[in-house]
């Protein structure tokens, strides 16, 4: 079968998919993945289906060459326009050598992502925007809090299981934070539940859920969630399975027990949002 015949073939599957999850009783039986990393297509398929989405229109921080992104069934299944950025340049050039540039309405930009040019860089997205989708391993809780001039209805967000549910913390802001430079591992990065929770209270929204692999909450802007659960921290949270860590030089060791990866990173310090206080890593068992 040829590259292209197996495209089509993936995309006809995610379209059936798609319809069974707009209906499917709750977010976690509405999980599939199609172009997403885990079951991310199907929640933004279930979530949609819910959200009254004036302007069909997205934002996705983070995306890699955009062969996997939260937002490339959105593009591509329901004929969304959306702007993606990466401080990398593949996704400009996966574009440029695909047909996705012109059968649809898609921007693609290379930009470092940081809380002082995040509006600039969004000032043509400015206003109501149907999703917004935030992945840069690092500064997401700084980034999301000084994003200003787009009030998008849905918002994706990564956070990291390890930091558990309990304390709103995130890692303290570096400008030029990389994952991999902080700590080798790889393991110390983002932000937990618990303070993308407060943060998005201050800023009108409500937890709506997770997706099972414990890496992506999802929240809905008040005036539009209508009869979708509010959740707390504690509710949204899932431990993460997935085994990304890597030794000094950058080779996977699979480590599988959620403390033994969090044991990796124990020393490494964190930032309370809502008190303050400094806890390391280590602090939060």
Same mark, same amino acid.
């Given at each position: 079968?040829?590259?292209?015949?197996?495209?089509?073939?993936?995309?006809?599957?995610?379209?059936?998919?798609?319809?069974?999850?707009?209906?499917?009783?709750?977010?976690?039986?509405?999980?599939?993945?199609?172009?997403?990393?885990?079951?991310?297509?199907?929640?933004?398929?279930?979530?949609?289906?819910?959200? %009254?989405?004036?302007?069909?229109? +997205?934002?996705?921080?983070?995306? $890699?060459? @955009?062969?996997? /992104?939260?937002?490339?069934? !959105?593009?591509?299944?329901?004929?969304?326009?959306?702007?993606?950025?990466?401080?990398?340049?593949?996704?400009?050039?996966?574009?440029?050598?695909?047909?996705?540039?012109?059968?649809?309405?898609?921007?693609?930009?290379?930009?470092?992502?940081?809380?002082?040019?995040?509006?600039?860089?969004?000032?043509?997205?400015?206003?109501?925007?149907?999703?917004?989708?935030?992945?840069?391993?690092?500064?997401?809780?700084?980034?999301?809090?000084?994003?200003?001039?787009?009030?998008?209805?849905?918002?994706?967000?990564?956070?990291?299981?390890?930091?558990?549910?309990?304390?709103?913390?995130?890692?303290?802001? %570096?400008?030029?934070?990389?994952? +991999?430079?902080?700590?080798?591992? $790889?393991? @110390?990065?983002? /932000?937990?539940?618990?303070? !993308?929770?407060?943060?998005?209270?201050?800023?009108?929204?409500?937890?709506?859920?997770?997706?099972?692999?414990?890496?992506?909450?999802?929240?809905?802007?008040?005036?539009?969630?209508?009869g979708l659960p509010a959740l707390t921290a504690a509710e949204g949270w899932r431990q993460s399975r997935f085994r990304e860590s890597r030794d000094e030089r950058g080779r996977m060791t699979y480590v599988d027990s959620h403390a033994d990866r969090r044991a990796l990173i124990a020393t490494m310090p964190l930032l309370d949002v809502r008190t303050e206080e400094q806890p390391s890593v280590g602090d939060l068992a």
């Amino acid at each position: 079968m040829s590259q292209a015949a197996r495209e089509q073939l993936r995309f006809a599957i995610g379209a059936l998919e798609a319809r069974a999850a707009k209906s499917a009783p709750s977010m976690a039986e509405a999980e599939f993945r199609c172009y997403s990393q885990f079951g991310e297509d199907g929640i933004i398929q279930w979530l949609v289906a819910r959200v %009254e989405i004036q302007s069909q229109t +997205f934002i996705e921080f983070g995306v $890699g060459d @955009y062969r996997e /992104a939260n937002t490339r069934f !959105l593009l591509e299944h329901d004929n969304w326009r959306g702007l993606i950025l990466d401080s990398g340049s593949a996704h400009v050039a996966y574009l440029g050598g695909s047909d996705l540039r012109w059968r649809n309405s898609i921007d693609a930009r290379t930009a470092f992502i940081t809380p002082e040019n995040i509006n600039a860089l969004l000032a043509d997205m400015a206003g109501d925007v149907g999703l917004l989708s935030i992945d840069i391993d690092g500064n997401d809780y700084w980034v999301w809090q000084a994003l200003t001039v787009a009030q998008p209805r849905i918002v994706v967000i990564e956070y990291n299981s390890l930091f558990g549910h309990q304390r709103a913390v995130t890692i303290p802001y %570096e400008p030029d934070f990389d994952r +991999f430079r902080a700590h080798p591992s $790889g393991l @110390y990065m983002g /932000a937990s539940i618990a303070a !993308l929770h407060w943060l998005a209270g201050r800023k009108g929204y409500r937890l709506v859920g997770s997706n099972s692999a414990g890496n992506n909450a999802f929240f809905v802007r008040e005036d539009v969630a209508g009869g979708l659960p509010a959740l707390t921290a504690a509710e949204g949270w899932r431990q993460s399975r997935f085994r990304e860590s890597r030794d000094e030089r950058g080779r996977m060791t699979y480590v599988d027990s959620h403390a033994d990866r969090r044991a990796l990173i124990a020393t490494m310090p964190l930032l309370d949002v809502r008190t303050e206080e400094q806890p390391s890593v280590g602090d939060l068992a």
